[in-house]
């Protein structure tokens, strides 16, 4: 059964909000960088959702977003529709987060960071696109990558 989760990577100054997901040990994404997002709750959209996440884990609330495309996730024993977002206002105060360590990471240096592989083909694509997409991400054992198909069109 998939789940519905979004991710936002907020903007500020050409630097991007990460997370650095060393919280929980027994974490999917344990040692990765990612934007800040999270499951859905019952009956929520994804704005809803999105803007209750940010809150949870930034202390930020959004005054300026967008919806930016839809990342279908498959791996061995799971699938996720995750819901992708930019944005570029927010208000409040920094609060700690319990998934990890957030910090204002400039766009350049992003690709440096340890990332899902498939993350780096969505990154690109918020800096170089404006439009909506869909990608679909396939992956294997061992975290590999096995296929990419950006709007139906295989990238790999």
């Not at 694509?125 to 869909?134: C, G, M, V």
Request: aromatic content about 12%.
């Amino acid at each position: 059964m998939a789940f519905l989760t979004t991710l936002c990577y907020i903007e500020k100054d050409g630097k991007y909000l990460m997370l650095h997901r060393v919280s929980k040990q027994h974490d999917i994404n344990h040692g990765k960088w990612i934007g800040v997002g999270g499951k859905f709750e019952k009956n929520e959209s994804p704005e809803e959702c999105l803007l209750r996440e940010v809150k949870e884990e930034t202390g930020y609330m959004l005054t300026s977003w967008k919806f930016r495309g839809i990342v279908t996730f498959i791996s061995p024993g799971a699938m996720e529709y995750m819901h992708l977002f930019t944005a570029d206002g927010f208000t409040g105060d920094a609060v700690d987060c319990d998934e990890g360590e957030l910090a204002w990471i400039p766009k350049a240096q992003v690709p440096e960071l340890n990332l899902w592989e498939g993350d780096r083909i969505f990154l690109k694509l918020l800096i170089e696109r404006e439009s909506f997409f869909s990608l679909k991400l396939v992956y294997g054992e061992g975290d590999r990558l096995m296929e990419a198909k950006l709007d139906g069109k295989n990238l790999m």
